[in-house]
């Protein structure tokens, strides 16, 4: 069973994702929040495996939420799930530390898939969601995701793990798919992200949908 924060601050939200996460047998909601300005006791006391917040809430919105855990240390995943999809938000939700990000309008099978993955250590973003990224990327001179003076070339090996990854596999999923340990595959991403020069996963696929690396 993973464990969920689930942040919103709509309570017939939160009791409506609650009970369909309930139905899946595989996530158990551990706690709640109304807004952001108790996610990070939550957190400490709760220690959940994944965090589902909302941005748009009162006193402490989703993204200065997340800026507090980056701040405060706590590496907990974090899930976005809104209904906003506006392309700035998504940057600036991700420059925070946020793994993944899902309109409410979600599937079940999607979200719960979303927080397991989340869970073991991938990121998932919703595919038009990404091209939005990939758009902002090319467009925006402002954007954090910029190019890097010199690219050092990848392996076939780590574009096939750039692959995975852009997938939303774990470190763990794509040890068992391509039969490596989990170690291995964790420095071969960390290996990955040194060459494209950037600092998370998130940013190293996005990087490299932009340069036409993966597709």
Not at 14 to 40: M, P, Y
Not at 58 to 73: I, S
Not at 190 to 211: F, M, N, P
Request: aromatic fraction near 4%; include cysteine; charge should be negative.
């Amino acid at each position: 069973m993973y464990k969920v924060l689930l942040v919103d601050d709509q309570k017939l939200i939160r009791d409506g994702i609650k009970s369909l996460l309930g139905l899946s047998g595989k996530i158990t909601v551990v706690g709640e929040c109304a807004d952001g300005t108790t996610v990070l006791n939550a957190c400490v006391e709760l220690q959940p495996d994944v965090v589902l917040l909302d941005l748009s809430m009162p006193k402490m919105n989703g993204v200065q939420t997340l800026a507090a855990l980056k701040q405060a240390g706590i590496s907990t995943p974090t899930l976005i799930l809104t209904t906003f999809d506006e392309h700035e938000l998504v940057l600036k939700s991700i420059s925070e530390g946020a793994r993944g990000f899902l309109l409410k309008d979600v599937s079940l099978d999607t979200l719960v898939q979303a927080i397991a993955t989340l869970a073991e250590g991938g990121s998932w973003f919703a595919p038009n969601i990404t091209e939005r990224l990939v758009g902002s990327v090319r467009t925006s001179s402002n954007t954090s995701f910029s190019m890097p003076a010199t690219l050092e070339p990848l392996s076939e090996k780590e574009l096939e793990i750039l692959q995975l990854m852009a997938a939303g596999y774990s470190n763990k999923e794509i040890a068992a798919a391509l039969y490596k340990s989990e170690g291995t595959v964790k420095n071969q991403c960390s290996a990955i992200l040194a060459k494209l020069g950037v600092r998370d996963r998130t940013r190293a696929v996005l990087l490299a949908l932009e340069l036409g690396l993966i597709s």
